[in-house]
Each structure stands twice: as structure tokens, then as C-alpha cells.
């Protein structure tokens, strides 16, 4: 069973910085791609950012400059480094990988950015 498991969310001021980790069951070796989705109250879930195997990273507009998509293969994790978060950045995050029996996708991690 492969499972994705966030983990970095939580409460912070505008401006400020939040790293968020996918812990993988599986080998990220075993992942075409991945990265990480997001969904705010009363919206649809949109992609934040991707990498795939090649590490080719593509991200959205409203998070370029700001974020940044890696993977740690030795610790199967992928990781969103965020920094000057803006309270439209709150949400929740999901991990999210594609593998060739299909796509998975984490619980999902609370992130806040507010005064």
C-alpha cells in the first residue's frame, strides 16, 4: 500500500516561512512525478507546485519566487519550502504522486497565514 504522509503545517504571520514534507511508503524512485495541491475554503484544489523524474519543476504563478519544490531521495520525502506566505497562501496542502498503477494523495496538512 503506498501512503504519502504531510507533515510542516500551521499557523504564521504574513511574511513569514513554513517547510512542508511528504513522507513517502514507497521509493520516490518509484514516482514518475509528485508534488504538492492545495485547496482554501469554498475553492476548488489547485496545483502549488510539481517535480518529476527528471526534476523538472513547475510551479503557479501566484507562488513563483516564493516557493520551492525538492525531493530527498534517502529519505523518500518531497518537500515545499515556503517564504513570504500571504494569508491568500492559507489553505490545505496535499501531497499528491503519480506512479504507473496511478495517483495518490496525502490526508493533507493545515496551512494558516494570518496576523
Known amino acids: 500500500q503506498v501512503q504519502l504522509v504531510e507533515s510542516g503545517g500551521g499557523l504564521v504571520q504574513p511574511g513569514g516561512s513554513l517547510r512542508l514534507s511528504c513522507a513517502c511508503s514507497?521509493?520516490?524512485?518509484?514516482?514518475?512525478?509528485m508534488g504538492w495541491y492545495r485547496q482554501a475554503p469554498g475553492k476548488e484544489r489547485e496545483l502549488v507546485a510539481t517535480?518529476?523524474?527528471?526534476?523538472?519543476?513547475n510551479y503557479a504563478d501566484s507562488v513563483k519566487g516564493r516557493f520551492t519544490i525538492s525531493r530527498d531521495y534517502a529519505k523518500s520525502t518531497v518537500n515545499l519550502q515556503m517564504i513570504s506566505l500571504k494569508p491568500e497562501d492559507t489553505a490545505v496542502y496535499y501531497c499528491?504522486?503519480?506512479?504507473?498503477?496511478?495517483?495518490?494523495w496525502g490526508q493533507g496538512t493545515q496551512v494558516t497565514v494570518s496576523p
Open positions: 499528491w504522486g503519480r506512479r504507473s498503477d496511478g495517483d495518490y
Open positions: 514507497r521509493s520516490i524512485f518509484s514516482f514518475n512525478a
Open positions: 517535480i518529476n523524474s527528471v526534476d523538472s519543476r
